[in-house]
């Protein structure tokens, strides 16, 4: 049986006394996409920087594409990561800083350059190569962002608000990419509020509130759950909502969204 390409047994995460993620278990096959959904300050972001050895975990364990995640300097070869405010150079220009990472990953000036302008058209980025980051827009800083995590093409990539301040257009690029990911069997787990996002590309959702992992099922399973209409957002308002014994009928509370846009980070 192939590994999976994601595993976390009991992550837990503490910061002095309070418990941003507690005995989180998954596992994510290999080849699909894995939707992280939560309301704000519910874990995400802990998990996510866990599982790319961002963030040492206070107790539990885990592996990224066969490798342990207490395995920094191997698992790093083998992930992409974009978190929510991408990691860039400002005063670089975007073929500067894109170099700059394939270099890291051991890639030829002659090599990379090919793989930069055909990523760079992808995204819509190529006639503002020349220019520094520090001028472009969010949107143009986050695609930026999405190309160099992608760019060694790792066998598993985690994306933190992958569509957030990006113009349709530009989010409708990098649905079209994960997608074309899958299809390459790279593994993607994504976090976001954009729930159209989660309901066309996610293989499976989980959801995590509080720092636990409260459900976990496909899309069209999730959507089941909701007593109220079977849409997706309906399903995760109600299986946080009864978690605080708050009421179902105020989305803005979770921060969720129907369109993309910008979001806060979880």
Do not use: C
Request: charged share 25%.
């Amino acid at each position: 049986m192939t590994e999976p390409a994601i595993v976390a047994n009991d992550l837990t995460k503490r910061y002095g006394d309070d418990l941003a993620v507690e005995d989180l278990t998954l596992s994510v096959p290999r080849g699909n996409v894995y939707g992280f959904l939560g309301p704000n300050g519910a874990g995400k972001t802990t998990t996510m920087r866990m599982l790319v050895a961002l963030s040492e975990p206070t107790a539990g364990s885990g592996r990224v594409a066969g490798v342990p995640i207490s395995n920094r300097p191997v698992l790093t070869r083998k992930i992409g990561y974009l978190p929510a405010d991408p990691p860039v150079f400002d005063e670089l220009t975007a073929w500067e800083h894109l170099r700059h990472v394939a270099r890291l990953h051991g890639m030829a000036d002659d090599q990379a350059d090919e793989r930069i302008e055909g990523l760079l058209d992808r995204f819509g980025l190529l006639a503002d190569a020349d220019r520094r980051i520090e001028t472009y827009s969010t949107g143009m800083t986050k695609k930026v962002g999405i190309i160099a995590a992608l760019f060694h093409d790792p066998e598993v990539v985690f994306l933190d608000e992958p569509t957030s301040g990006l113009d349709p257009r530009a989010a409708r690029t990098v649905r079209d990419t994960i997608a074309d990911l899958v299809t390459r069997e790279m593994t993607v787990f994504l976090s976001t509020h954009i729930l159209p996002v989660v309901e066309e590309l996610a293989d499976t959702v989980g959801v995590i509130d509080d720092g636990t992992l409260v459900a976990e099922s496909p899309p069209a399973e999730l959507k089941q759950r909701a007593e109220a209409s079977p849409d997706l957002e309906t399903a995760f308002l109600e299986i946080t909502d009864k978690r605080d014994g708050s009421s179902a009928e105020q989305p803005s509370s979770s921060n969720l969204s129907t369109t993309d846009g910008g979001e806060a980070d979880g």
